[in-house]
């Protein structure tokens, strides 16, 4: 009997909460890989609560999670000059597109089939401007908007399901203090 082979994914995840929703949707076709790379995150407080809820999060759904690097200091010289900018700005594009070239060279580096980002579960993101930062980022980019088909909704249930704690801004200091 032949058995089919998924496809790895490397999946960038902002959060646990956003993880959930994309992962359920991902999980049938890709054998999927948690990345967590937010150097945008700040204070370090902040960082490491939502990482530790994003471990959490593997452990309950009994996948690999792997840690980048937390270079605050890189990710404010990368958006020096945007910092008075408004959310959903360029500073976010300069964000988005830190994170999601570095999941492409990290996915391309240990061989994946595939990347993605959770980023386009939220409400708050542009999932056109993510999916264009992805196209750009590589060609084996899976590009879709996560919060369509209740995907931002189906986040919240499954969060509250798993008791995952759910932040209220999306990271940088900049969304924090606005």
């Known amino acids: 009997m032949f ?17 959930t929703s994309v992962f359920e949707r991902l999980a049938e076709d890709y054998k999927i890989i948690l990345f967590f790379y937010n150097p945008n ?28 690097e937390y270079d605050n200091d890189g990710f404010l010289k990368a958006l020096k000059g945007f910092e008075n ?4 700005s360029a500073r976010c594009e300069k964000c988005i597109t830190l994170r999601l070239s570095k999941t492409a060279q990290t996915a391309k580096a240990h061989g994946f089939d ?3 980002t959770t980023l ?15 196209k750009e980022s590589g060609a084996n980019s899976i590009r ?3 919060k369509k088909k209740d995907g931002y909704k189906r986040s919240i249930e499954l969060s509250k399901m798993h ?16």
């Open 144 to 146: 879709e908007d996560f």
């Open 85 to 88: 900018e408004p959310e959903k």
């Open 163 to 178: 008791g995952l704690y759910r932040q209220s801004y999306c990271g940088c200091i900049f969304a924090e203090n606005s």
């Open 114 to 116: 595939f990347f993605a």
């Open 3 to 19: 058995t089919k082979t998924k496809k790895t994914l490397l999946l960038h995840s902002c959060c646990a909460p956003c993880s």
């Open 41 to 68: 995150i700040m204070p370090a407080a902040e960082y490491e609560k939502r990482l530790s809820e994003q471990k959490r999060l593997a452990s309950i759904l009994d996948i690999e999670l792997i840690e980048g």
């Open 120 to 134: 386009s579960v939220s409400p708050h993101k542009n999932a056109e401007l993510i999916n264009r930062i992805l």
